[in-house]
């Protein structure tokens, strides 16, 4: 009887570690942790797009479609090794400096991957790639979603910041 007991304790903590550990967040994550008018730097405005961008992105801030997620992340390259077919969701917003509404002085990519699985391997990539740009970039992570920010100049890089605190807080509500 003793043996039953421990070993139906010990099935029930395994079930319940593997439950917790594979969180998934959906799509609806991303209107929920989104940048905001109010999260924007005084000085800065959401960018106008140029016209090529505007290919891709169908406004700023944008909820991309299939064909803008595969051209930002395998196109374009987002991240080395970006695999798009893992890719649930995306969001981006261009901010620019309001002297040059044109440039992308800042940028943030919302990606919610479609499972734990995914989201793990492609978050290693993008890490990768945050650890060697450290002074450009900041990365949020919650379950399969994250959020990518990254500023041109360095000058910069305390908006970001400040906005990855945003976003980490939204992410804990």
Same mark, same amino acid.
């Given at each position: ?89 995306? +969001? ?9 509404? +044109? ?71």
């Amino acid at each position: 009887m003793k043996y039953a007991i421990f070993g139906t304790l010990a099935l029930m903590s395994i079930f319940l570690l593997f439950a917790n550990s594979s969180a998934e967040v959906g799509a609806d994550i991303i209107d929920k942790i989104k940048l905001t008018d109010a999260d924007i730097p005084a000085d800065f405005a959401y960018g106008v797009l140029p016209d090529r961008v505007k290919r891709v992105l169908k406004g700023n801030p944008a909820q991309l479609d299939r064909a803008a997620i595969r051209k930002v992340i395998k196109d374009m390259e987002l991240y080395p090794g970006g695999d798009h077919t893992t890719v649930l969701a995306m +969001h981006a917003a261009v901010i620019a400096h309001k002297k040059n509404p +044109h440039d992308d002085d800042i940028v943030c990519y919302i990606i919610v991957y479609k499972d734990m699985k995914s989201a793990k391997h492609e978050i290693e990539k993008l890490s990768a790639l945050v650890g060697a740009n450290k002074t450009r970039t900041v990365m949020v992570t919650r379950d399969n979603c994250a959020v990518f920010l990254f500023v041109d100049e360095e000058a910069n890089f305390h908006h970001i910041q400040k906005m990855a605190g945003t976003i980490t807080a939204r992410l804990k509500k």
